[in-house]
Structures are given as structure tokens and as C-alpha cells.
């Protein structure tokens, strides 16, 4: 089975640009998660869905950001405008109920300049 | 509020010795979950284990074990003959069961580097 897919795998753009970021969660996994790496911040949740609707975005940095969950399959995390501290390693995990263990995408490396 | 310390940032050792990283974890609930993941320098997040609160039976698989206490609120991690293919950093995971959310709280992570 194909793991949690992400794209694109790097991303460099300039400040003020807005960014995309696309995630296929597993087949069959009703929860899907985002999260951001940094190395000052560790990794820290932004939101996460349950059979796409949004629980809680409590973790999303500022209105800026912004993500959807169309359907069960596909998710998109948005940077609008981008600036230079979004810079960091963004991750997609999706889960099914009763697992709780996640399993992650690989990454997806944003740079801002 | 849940909270996850790893209070090793860095480890170094040889090739094949044995090396333990400890996970001390807080939560008010009495059903929760604690994971590891593996973080090799590739950069993607591998789940190796998770524990249930209410199997405090310790866990062997291959040259990794895992140390469960809820007494210390621990869960640490042992390779036995460490390689250098161990070298990652190494992250622990709680996520509390009552709250029903799956979110996972992470501690800091511990780099591990094998050397040769």
C-alpha cells in the first residue's frame, strides 16, 4: 500500500508568494493531520481533520495559513502571503480510528527568502 | 496539560554498543498512549512502537526494546549493538485518550549518532 504522499518535496519562493502544499492521506484513514518542523520549535501540530471536516486548528500560526480537506483523499495546507520564518519542514500523518499510532508523509521543505 | 521530555538532546557511541534513550511523559489521563518515532537524516518520520497505559509488559523486537514504567512516568528506548544505520534522531509521543482527538504531543527529540 502507498504511504502518505506529499508534494512538492522542496519549495523555494520569495516573500510575499503564496505557497500550496498537497497531501494524499492512506486509503482508508479518517484522520489527517499537519504539522511543522523547525529546529527552534520542534515539531508542532497545525490542524488536523476528521473525516474532512477541520477539529482543530488551534496550532495554525496565523491567518496566513490556511487548509482544506476536500474529500478523503486529498488536503492542502496554504501560506498567503509567505514569509521568511514559515521557513521549515512541513509534515502530513493520517491515522484511521481506533489506531492512534500516525503514519507520516514525507515532507515537504519549504524555503522562503 | 500532556507533555513529553527528552531530556538527552544529543547521544554519541561506537558501533555495537548498547545505548538507552529516555522519554518521561506527564498526563492527568489514566488511558493514554505513548509512541516512538525514528527520524533518520532522509528526514522522514518512521513509527516504530506504540504502548498502550494499561500494558506495562516491556517490548523486544530485534536489537530494540522499549521499558515501560508508570510508576516514573518513563518509556525508554534501548538498542542493543548499536549500527550505524541507528543514527537518527530519535522522537517520543504521547497522545491522552480521553480527549478522543488523536493529537500527539512530542518531545524534543534525541540524535543519536553510531559511529563507526
Known amino acids: 500500500d502507498a504511504g502518505v504522499i506529499q508534494s512538492p518535496r522542496h519549495e523555494v519562493t520569495e516573500m510575499g508568494q503564496e505557497v500550496t502544499l498537497r497531501c494524499k492521506p492512506i486509503?482508508?484513514?479518517?484522520?489527517l493531520f499537519w504539522y511543522r518542523q523547525t529546529m527552534m520549535r520542534g515539531l508542532e501540530l497545525l490542524i488536523y481533520f476528521n473525516n474532512n471536516v477541520p477539529i482543530d486548528d488551534s496550532g495554525m500560526p496565523e491567518d496566513r495559513f490556511s487548509a482544506k480537506m476536500p474529500n478523503a483523499s486529498f488536503s492542502t495546507l496554504k501560506i498567503q502571503p509567505s514569509e521568511p520564518r514559515d521557513s521549515a519542514v512541513y509534515f502530513c500523518?493520517?491515522?484511521?480510528?481506533?489506531?492512534?499510532?500516525?503514519?507520516f508523509g514525507p515532507g515537504t521543505r519549504l524555503t522562503v527568502l | 496539560a500532556q507533555k513529553v521530555t527528552q531530556a538527552q538532546t544529543e547521544i554519541s557511541v561506537v558501533e555495537k554498543e548498547d545505548v538507552t534513550l529516555d522519554c518521561v511523559y506527564e498526563t492527568r489521563d489514566t488511558t493514554y498512549y505513548l509512541f516512538w518515532y525514528k527520524q533518520p537524516p532522509s528526514g522522514e518520520l518512521v513509527f516504530l512502537i506504540r504502548r498502550n497505559s494499561f500494558d506495562e509488559q516491556n517490548e523486544i523486537s530485534g536489537r530494540y526494546s522499549w521499558n515501560f514504567q508508570k510508576s516514573t512516568s518513563s518509556f525508554n528506548f534501548t538498542i542493543t549493538a548499536s549500527q550505524v544505520v541507528d543514527s537518527a534522531v530519535y522522537f517520543c509521543?504521547?497522545?491522552?485518550?480521553?480527549?478522543?482527538?488523536?493529537?500527539?504531543?512530542f518531545g524534543k527529540g534525541t540524535l543519536l549518532t553510531v559511529n563507526p
Open positions: 500523518a493520517s491515522t484511521s480510528i481506533g489506531w492512534h499510532e500516525q503514519f
Open positions: 486509503s482508508g484513514h479518517d484522520y
Open positions: 509521543a504521547l497522545s491522552e485518550a480521553a480527549s478522543s482527538n488523536y493529537k500527539l504531543t
